[in-house]
């Protein structure tokens, strides 16, 4: 994933709607977190905290992103994974609804 | 993608399994483009079987290899090149495969484009017929035309033009930029190296220093053109073009040739990158524990570079220009955009490594195309 796509903002992701992996999409672990690749549009993403991949990979059981984020990761540092959830869904590795 | 340092970083240390996999299906070949980087042409009686093949996709399914790059020789050679590639994308193993489009017919662009997870690269190296047989061989220039006409006619999709840069070739960026999206397909180019038989006509082809230069600033304005990170040496010129920017050789990348030898890279089929053989222990077990790969992960020596300003954007350049024009590792590339890699050359005196595996058909053949 291109840098420039972090620059995202979370203005066009809703966090109070359910969220999970898309199912086109393989994620990978590594030592410094994974990567996932979309199989249909070929993107190659680099996922580079571990607690972003725990919560990446356990969206799908919370009603919400919001409920999510709740449950797994510090409240201090939603905003800034708020960020990171958006610029996967835009990039079309998260599926809404 | 760019990859910011510390990413960078820890690539360089090496990933559970390569990013991305070329996989050359077969050393046969209807064309002797002069530039092959596996000198291929004949096919090798020790090529992997079908059985042999699918155990080893199965192996890279397993380790959540994303896709792999399919080459050659001519893969669609292969009696059983359909079956391998419907094999692989069935267990969601990408395929990303490279011709030269003298087998692809109304039929077999049908069949292509019938698979999901299937990219086709077309090769020319030229935007007329004059220039790219030059390279590739009186007729393949329209044997890839009419590929490319039997890709569209079956609605395979954004199919990609693939196009090596030479001294040539890069003088006519606008002409592939046109002629690809008048098919509606991607644009790639890639670096003329010095390996497999390439090493013949490197000094003769490669762009000059002020091509380079061009080429550069035509890539950093398109950054939907692709390049299969080739041109990282270009970015001491400036800010980064797309991709990671660093040797991936044995870190993120890696060669399993039609025989099952690993090499660290696609531009290094030379038993000094030999790292094992599938056949063996398997793939994973090669990309794991072999000394090459280990030796290659650590930090480089910036060598002659050291004192350069710019070794953090290019880190030296490509293993494989040094290596097959003479060069130490520690020396610059010899493309290198200040000109390093030139005085390098000159002053170095010796010879440069031959070839150690050499597939090339014995007498020039006439051209077979179908």
Redesign the interface.
Known sequence: MSTRSSLATTSTFDASSHWELSSAVSLRDEEFGALAYHHGNRRLVFLKSRDLVNLVRQLSEYDSAQKALDALIDAREHERYLVALSSLASSELLRGG | ????NS?RD?FE?G???P?CLTWELTYACNLACTHCLSSSGRRDPRELSTVEAKALIDEIAAM?I??VNIGGGEPMIRRDFFELVEYAVNR?V?VKFSTNGTRIDARSARRLASL??L?VQVSIDGADALTSDRIRGVGSYDAARRAMDHLAQAHFGPFKISVVMTRHSVEQLDEFEALASSYGAQLRLTRLRPSGRGVEVWQELHPTREQNRRLYRWLLERPNVLTGDSFFHLSALGSPL?GLNLCGAGRVVCLIDPVGDVYACPFVIHDEFLAGNVREAGFGSVWRTSELFRSLREPGNPGACASCGSFDACRGGCMAAKFFTGLEMSDPDPECVFGHGERALELRVTIRPISSSDHSTRVPVALALR
Do not use: K, N
Not at chain 2, 1 to 4: D, L, Q, S
């Open positions: 993608m760019v990859a910011e990413l820890r240390h990933l559970a399994a990013i959540q994303f896709y969601r990408g999901d997870y990219d797309e």
